[in-house]
């Protein structure tokens, strides 16, 4: 009898679920929406859901199989699979510990947001006042209040990544708090794990329900909606748009990190693993497309009451400038009177020309928005517009915790699992694990932390995956051999994978990962030094600078480190064979003399 | 009809001073917005609002000066626009040839400028002083943010179920040592048991009745 029996799941259903709570993160709210609408709207579906059946479900099967065949963590599975590729179960957990460590702090941004929104008044709605009490604070009425917020009030951020400051405190408390959090949840495994994620996987839609319908409620909503969905075929030209779909199913799906591969090392032997990575995949597609309608009703809102502010600092500007009585010009008839007044009174009209005729919708909608500027400035801004913005506040700060905890469950058990089968499983692993992405986290809370953050958010993670998943798909179609992967399927599920699937396996998808290696690659090296936005306190917006030498030197490690894995491993494993071999030579040779 | 009124204020105050004009030195612009302030319940500007105005800034300025006895007839008012704005300014109660300086009149506006709005039934911006700076109030600034005590709730919580977790294994562990040493005592009382019974039992091995194949076939 085993002495420690592998903990399971309690039910196939915690297993979708710790799934599709890993794979619905923050990506589906903040970069899907920015793709629809930079590359054509409702046309953007096309390639998405064609790389979505080409590359991305089979992957993802493809690593359930593998984890659900070896019951072992990534490193203990890849091993197994072939001794010289273990490296590519290392590779997984380095970047997986790459991704912990700063992936919470986004968690602590919700965590702060969430506790200052149990205020009368939201502290992003107005700007704080001078000392003097005459004006708003310079910097805040230079940017946004919600801006302002972010950049000074939350991460207090200094002007470059070279200055650096000391911790925020109130920072600081928040990721210990998000720290201490995600250890609870781990702390016995998947049986905590299990318990955790009924909550994490289904509250947000809960919360994307309510905003759909407060969204659609909204004044304007409909001009974003209906912008966003009105396909703009000429994009499918683009190879671009392609490029990004793919690489957005990619991420999207949580591929490489060794997270699916440690979740499903807990199923039971025969599981029906096939049915629930389809299921998982159109799931997270699913509350792509559903976040995006959410995303977009709120954009349109937001653009409509600025295009209303821009029109009404317009009107009253005419107002005042030509002594009209106030209700001569109204909201409809701005530029009617604009043209007008142009006409009969050139010269004074000449002088307020430049503020006034630059009021565009659609400007204000082609105003994209990607990562943590959508979800903390641009969300905000459009909740403090909301009657009872409070609670639409805290809804919302809720959600973007549960997404970023779920996606965190994920990237901490793919550590663990490993770490775990290695050594006597100790109670305290998952809380060194934590403790020490806490402590070399706290760096991300300093004012320069941002930018570092920024660093590892573009860097950490995106090439390693790449190259991972490109390695795990060459073993196991050549390496391991697809015949000796189908029969395994078919031990565990009782049939044969589909023809599609072997396809996909042994050569559209590898294909499309030299693809977009490739094309990674060579975007790196075209696009000179790589830049970052950095915050300008003076002219109150982000301006782009270049990385200093020990910035680029920092990306170029990051990207080495997790990649270099995988040869470094499989040269030291054949080294230590070769060792083996000799003595056992040496043993065989003394034997026959001695015999 | 309140065009021709309108007209004839303001000619009658241009009769009465040329030192009012734009661009005063000693004056100020003022500006109502009475429509955006109060939409349907607005109420049309005409010569009597203009004598509350006038009353309402004297009396501004008699708090601010002490002792001065400022009258209606001491502000001066010209250039009304159907915007609804004009420029005054003020002379001094003591000499009407001498206007009051622009700072003063600011301070004492500054000082008075809410009882001047809520006379109107507005605010700082609906009532502009043109180039006198509201002084904004500031937001309360409460004794401990707020946001530090649903921390500490949030805190409090997510650590006590972190001792209660970790306490509660601990107790099921010692709970399954405990366990241990019975179960190992009643395997070894069943297995004395058994060895009795098979001594009991261990009689002569009946050879004709086993199948032993060590006997080769016939």
Partial sequence: MEKDARPNWDSPMQFVLACVSYAVGLGNVWRFPYLCQMHGGGGFLIPYFIMLLVEGVPLFYMELAIGQKMRLGSIGAWTAISPYLGGVGLASVVTSLYLCLYYNIINAWSFWYLFHSFQSVLPWAVCPINANRTAPIEECERASP??????????????????????????????????????????????????????????????????????????????????????????????????????QIFFSLGLGFGSLIAFSSYNQYNNNFERQAITVSLINSGTSIFASIVTFAIYGFKATINYENCLERTRILL???????????????????????????????????????????????????????????????????????????????????????????????????????????????????????????????????????????????????????????????????????????????????????????VAISPLLLIVLFVFYIVNYIMGGTPTYQAWDKEEGKSVLTEYPVFGQVFIALLLVSSVSCVPLTALYVFCRKRKHGKAHKQQHALNAVSA | MLDKILFLLCLASALADERCMPDTPHGFQVRLSIKTALGDEAYVWNENEMFLFRASLAFAMRNHMNGQQFEVSNIIVCNETMRVSFWFIVTSPLDTSQLIDQENVEAAIRQSRNRINSAFLLTDKTLEFVDILPTLATLYTHPTPPWLIVFGVVMGAVSAGIIIMLVSSVVQKKRKTNRKPQDEDDDEETRVKTVENGDAHDGIHNMSFSEDERFTKM
Wanted: charged share 15%; aromatic share 16%; hydrophobic share 45%.
């Fill in chain 1, 319 to 505: 107002l005042n400038t030509f002594n009209l009585a106030e209700d001569t010009i109204n909201m409809d008839n701005v530029f009617e009177w604009i043209e007008k007044l142009n006409a009969t009174y050139a010269e004074q009209f000449n002088e307020i020309a430049n503020d006034t005729g630059n009021c565009d919708l659609e400007k204000e909608l082609a105003t994209a928005v990607e990562g943590p500027g959508l979800a903390f400035i641009v969300y905000s801004e459009a909740i403090t517009n909301m009657p009872l913005s409070q609670l639409w506040s805290v809804l919302y700060f809720v959600m973007l915790l549960l997404l970023g905890v779920g996606s965190m469950l994920g990237n901490i058990t793919a550590i663990i699992t490993p770490l775990q089968d290695f050594k006597a499983a100790s109670l305290f692993l998952a809380g060194l694990v934590c403790l020490f992405c806490l402590l070399l986290g706290l760096g991300f809370t300093t004012t320069s932390g941002n930018y570092w953050f920024t660093i590892f958010n573009d860097y950490g993670a995106t090439f390693s995956l790449l190259f991972i998943v490109l390695i795990e798909v060459i073993t196991v179609s050549y390496i391991y051999g697809i015949k000796r992967f189908e029969k395994d399927i078919e031990d565990m599920l009782g049939h044969r994978p589909n023809w599609y699937w072997k396809i996909m396996w």
């Fill in chain 1, 146 to 247: 919600t801006q302002y917020f972010f950049y000074r009030e939350t991460l207090n951020i200094s002007s470059t990544i070279e200055e650096n400051g000391g911790i925020h405190t109130g920072q600081a408390l928040c990721f210990l708090l998000t720290w201490v959090i995600t250890y609870l949840c781990v702390v016995r495994g998947v049986q905590s794990t299990g318990k955790v994620v009924y909550f994490t996987a289904t509250f947000p839609y809960v919360v994307l329900f309510i905003y759909l319908i407060r969204g659609f409620t909204l004044h304007g909503a409909v001009n974003g909606v209906k912008y966003m969905f009105t396909p703009k075929m000429n994009q499918l030209a683009n190879p671009t748009t392609w490029i990004n779909a793919a690489t």
